[in-house]
């Protein structure tokens, strides 16, 4: 199973649409994990509209969009935690590895945005992936996001970058 992993899209506010390349590896992904900050409905909208199967969470500056704050999802034998990580860059993965270890067991991997930094770490013995900001939108200097080959139980993740 191919797994698109994207975050804080900030569309409309800080860009304007997610580059060509990245929303081709959206579209042919068998499911798309958003960890929040869309900034509109319309950029929900137009997510779901590529998505095969989306799993999305509201970020901070997402509370009218009607997502939940975490969600849980698994995918050939994975357990994913998807949170934003909302707060201080300095606690974020104290906080998103706290979020996965009440979702679910450290096994889970952790997936969450909020720091526009591409992040492929293990903190605490949690897996912890944040696929940084699919627009490039600032403080990120490029757009990022990251895919995943997800089969019996193990995971495979590529970053990307433009």
Do not use: C
């Amino acid at each position: 199973m191919d797994v698109a992993l994207i975050s804080d899209s900030h569309i409309p506010s800080r860009e304007h649409e997610i580059p060509p390349s990245f929303r081709e590896r959206i579209e042919v992904a068998d499911h798309v994990i958003h960890a929040g900050d869309f900034d509109s409905k319309g950029a929900l909208s137009d997510i779901r509209h590529m998505a095969t199967a989306l799993t999305a969470v509201s970020g901070n500056i997402d509370p009218q969009i009607g997502l939940p704050e975490r969600a849980t999802v698994e995918l050939g034998g994975v357990t994913f935690v998807v949170t934003h990580g909302t707060g201080s860059q300095r606690g974020w993965a104290d906080r998103v590895a706290a979020a996965v270890r009440e979702e679910a067991d450290s096994n889970a991997v952790g997936v969450a945005g909020h720091t526009h930094e591409l992040t492929d770490t293990v903190y605490d013995d949690v897996w912890l992936l944040n696929p940084g900001s699919v627009t490039g939108a600032s403080p990120a200097d490029r757009p990022t996001m990251m895919t995943a080959t997800v089969e019996d139980g193990t995971l495979d993740v590529t970053q990307h970058e433009l």
